[in-house]
């Protein structure tokens, strides 16, 4: 076992790889992940999809027979994507056993198209479930002020939801009152909400490299030393929401009837600026009861170089909070940020299952 990454893990991370191919699945390198990285989930989205599409030849079969049913582009995404969600799911059985359902977690995206209709969002999202059709199958639904009770409904379905997407932090209380709402229907409805698992998906490396390219345009002393902080420091005050909650009464109610926490998950902690260190976003964010999901490149880099120097969100909350209040000093303005960090995660999602669709497009048409 990789030490850097049993250390993690000891810590009360749980490491999950944001990386799905049918190659990954089939040349046994997942299973290798499983037994020596420590990895315990899976995340995936349309971007990873089409890069697996693109390598290799093992969707051939499989494209050929689609292609000769006439199935149209969404319907072949469908397939394959479900399928090798099923796949991994299978994969990941064990290790969803032995954690009581906690990890062992693989997540399948509803179409980002979908992302400002509610009940389009519900109705893809029970499909997607139906679909998988395993119990360690974690449908993404993303964040936006019309995802919220297309999580509520899921939830109080007994459909678990990895909720993406999440910048700010009043959103993310939100998201949280959903799920929480959710588990007060599905109990009512007599749903059990032991079999109910969420985990809340909060945008890291995105968030720097925003609030960076305000401070470069700044060109100020002031503005330049503020870079690098922001996106560990709106992580941080998300923990301590988290954390907050779990205090409440309405929770311990809740925990009483057999809930599960929310998780907060750390999302997009691979670097984008080669200033950082590569492994900056998940040595930042050490704390019990967290998820961090990482692009392999980063999982390799902790692997190697990786350092756990106990819990380093804890006790941070009153710095990160001057760190955030900084940046408004120099007339960069958190509310601003992170609608705009939405908007460019909306379409960003929405480009990526373009692309998507034009690889599929693509490969049909060569397989028939």
Known sequence: ????????????????????????????????????????????????????????????????????VHATV???????????????????????????????????????????????TITAARTLADAVDRPNVLVKIPATEQGLPAITATIAAGI???????????????VIDAYLTGLDQARDAGVPLSGIHSVASFFVSRFDTEVDARLDALNTDTARSLKGQA?????????????????TDRWRDLAAAGA????????????KNPDYPDTRYVEGLVAEGTVNTMPGATLEAFADHGHVHGDTITG???HATQQLAALAEVGIYYDDVVTELENQGIQKFTTSWNELADTVRHELAKAG
């Not at 990895?162 to 910048?167: E, G, R, S």
Request: some cysteine; glycine content about 6%.
């Open 1 to 68: 076992m990789n030490k850097p990454l049993a250390q993690l893990s000891a810590h009360g991370v749980s490491v999950w790889l944001d990386d799905l191919s049918r190659e990954l699945l089939a040349g046994g390198e997942l299973q290798h992940l499983i037994e020596r990285r420590h990895v315990v989930g899976v995340t995936t989205n349309p971007t990873i999809f089409a890069s697996a599409l693109a390598k290799g030849d093992r969707y051939t079969d499989q494209l050929r027979a689609l292609a000769d």
């Open 74 to 120: 969404d319907d072949a995404i469908f397939q394959i994507t479900t399928d090798d969600v099923r796949t991994a799911c299978d994969a990941f059985q064990p290790v969803f056993e032995a954690s009581g359902g906690v990890d062992g977690r693989v997540s399948i995206e509803v179409d980002p198209r979908l992302a400002r209709d509610t009940e389009a």
């Open 160 to 174: 678990s939801v990895n909720v993406t997407l999440i910048f700010s932090l009043d959103r993310y209380q939100a």
């Open 231 to 247: 996106a560990l420091a709106n992580a941080r005050l998300a923990y301590q929401v988290h954390h907050a909650t779990l205090a």
């Open 260 to 271: 599960t926490p929310q998780r907060p998950l750390w999302a997009s902690t691979g670097v």
């Open 316 to 318: 941070t909350y009153d």
